[in-house]
């Protein structure tokens, strides 16, 4: 059996707050730095073999503090990186049913239906998370492994684990600093048997 906790970041700097962020490369706000020491408290009380992270800002941040108390050396993972929103970057969720006519609360869906203007396919962003679980999951077979990365990936990395369409989960909110933690077993009809043992946990917030 080998354990993932799912890890978000912590939440962005106070300018990209109720935005797209996507490709921008932003820091964490002083509440995120505070969420992000009570997440690297919290998996202290679970000893990992292994650890990895989307190499995005605001990801190393959120990881620096657990950084400090793990042994090894965390490998950062290119495919972890948060998807692409091509034209809505930037955009804040009241822009994007101005400019564009499309409600960003439906963005699950418009990122399924390759919708977004300029933005990165669905097929693409499922095969780079897709190759990046693959990887992790070979390289650490019945390890605790912690992954650091964004919403839109943990969402995309649950949709396949789980092999549910993504737009699914517009019903599964992943929180700023939260831990989703699963369970892999054996591979049954071609897929690892994936069961959820903690979803969405937020220790900033819940403990």
């Known amino acids: 059996m080998t354990r993932l906790f799912l890890c978000r970041h912590a939440e962005v700097e106070d300018l990209y707050h109720k935005k ?21 408290q919290w998996l202290s009380r679970h000893p990992f073999d292994a650890v990895y ?3 995005m800002q605001r990801v190393q941040l959120t990881l ?18 948060e998807v692409d929103f091509g034209a809505w970057t ?4 009241d822009d994007v049913q101005t400019r564009f006519g499309m409600s960003a609360y439906d963005w699950l869906q418009h990122l399924e239906t390759d919708a977004i203007p300029g933005g990165e396919t669905l097929d693409r962003f499922r095969d780079r ?7 992790i999951l070979r390289a ?8 650091y990365a ?3 990936v943990i969402r995309m990395a649950l949709a396949i684990l ?5 737009r699914k989960f517009e019903h599964f909110e992943i929180d700023y600093a939260s831990a989703t933690w699963l369970d892999i077993g054996e591979i049954k009809a071609g897929r690892p048997r994936t069961e959820i043992q903690l979803l969405n946990f937020t220790p900033w917030r819940d403990a």
């Open 20 to 40: 797209f962020g996507g490709t921008i490369d932003m820091a964490l706000s002083a509440r995120g730095h505070t969420q992000a020491q009570a997440l690297a």
């Open 129 to 135: 998370v897709g190759r990046a679980l693959q990887q």
């Open 162 to 166: 789980l092999d549910l369409p993504l």
């Open 90 to 93: 930037g955009c804040g969720w």
């Open 53 to 55: 992270a989307s190499p």
């Open 150 to 152: 964004h919403g839109g």
């Open 64 to 81: 620096e503090p657990f950084r400090k108390q793990f042994a090894g050396t965390p490998v950062l993972e290119d495919g972890l990186r």
């Open 140 to 147: 650490s077979s019945g390890q605790r492994v912690a992954v």
